[in-house]
């Protein structure tokens, strides 16, 4: 079965850095996009950033562009996200998902999910 599985997380201060992993199994992952979404306490979970099948389109949240980076490796079915300049409002758990289409930001376009990852900013 397809299994998403996301690690990196943790508790750093405001303007640190942190680098998010997603390794994919069970599926053929460069036939899926990619995306990273983050759900904080009381909030609805929030698009983050999205990668295309090959990497080569990007989309990002304006709350989060020029901070946060999208990358995959299809040569080792992993999908990451580099976030730089952390804030406090940054805090949420961080999910990794596909989608058989090339590029969405739209959480319900999305097929698989991974459990997430704690990501605490404090200031």
């Known amino acids: 079965q397809v299994q998403l599985v996301e690690s990196g997380g943790g508790l750093v201060q405001a303007g640190d850095s942190l680098r998010l992993s997603c390794a994919a199994s069970?599926?053929?992952?460069?036939?899926?996009?990619m995306g990273w979404f983050r759900q904080a306490p009381g909030k609805e979970r929030e698009s983050v950033g999205a990668?295309?099948?090959?990497?080569?389109?990007?989309f990002y949240a304006d709350s989060v562009k020029g901070r946060f980076t999208c990358s995959r490796d299809n040569a080792k079915n992993a999908v990451y996200l580099q976030m730089n300049g952390l804030k406090p409002e940054d805090t949420a758990v961080y999910y990794c998902?596909?989608?058989?289409?090339?590029?969405?930001?739209?959480?319900?376009?999305?097929?698989?999910w991974g459990q997430g990852t704690q990501v605490t900013v404090s200031s």
């Open positions: 998902a596909a989608t058989r289409r090339r590029l969405s930001r739209w959480e319900s376009e999305y097929d698989y």
């Open positions: 069970g599926l053929t992952f460069s036939n899926y996009g």
């Open positions: 990668i295309s099948w090959s990497g080569g389109t990007t």
